[in-house]
């Protein structure tokens, strides 16, 4: 299975989720308002509804992956990080940068406002077999600064 791996970091931690998926969403929050119709106008046929645009655009990731362990953490241990990162990491309300692709996406400033982590049933990992995915994680993550 090919993957891509994703830096997420913030305050003193850092760690990568090998994704399968990653899922961009750009959104923009378009007002339109259609006008009524009634019985004085209605012989003039359909009413074009009109459009507010503010450039209200969100852009949100939902990363589809695997922790798995690396040379310095467990699986476990890596778990342990990223929840610590999605309650905050000790800092005071920042977002979390996250890249991809080699540094070619990103980084991002971004707010984990999902977290879902399924435990795989595996046998151990061996030294010939240091990858095994003991976890499969659903990130959501929407990008914004700090106010």
Sequence with gaps: ????????AKGAYSLSISCHTITEDYKNNVKIIAYPTTTQN???GYQSP???D?????????????????DSQSAD???????????????????????YNSNLKG?????ITGLNIKERAIDESTSLYTDSIKYSVIITLSEGVKI
């Design 77 to 99: 241990q890596v778990k342990s990080d990223l929840i610590t990162i999605f309650s905050g990491a000790g800092t005071t309300g920042s977002p979390c940068t996250v890249t």
């Design 54 to 70: 503010l450039l209200l655009i969100t852009h949100e990731m939902i990363l589809e992956g695997f922790i798995t362990p690396n």
């Design 42 to 44: 209605q012989s003039g």
């Design 50 to 52: 009109k459009a507010i």
């Design 107 to 111: 980084p991002f400033s971004m707010y």
């Design 1 to 8: 299975m090919v993957t891509t791996d994703v830096t997420i």
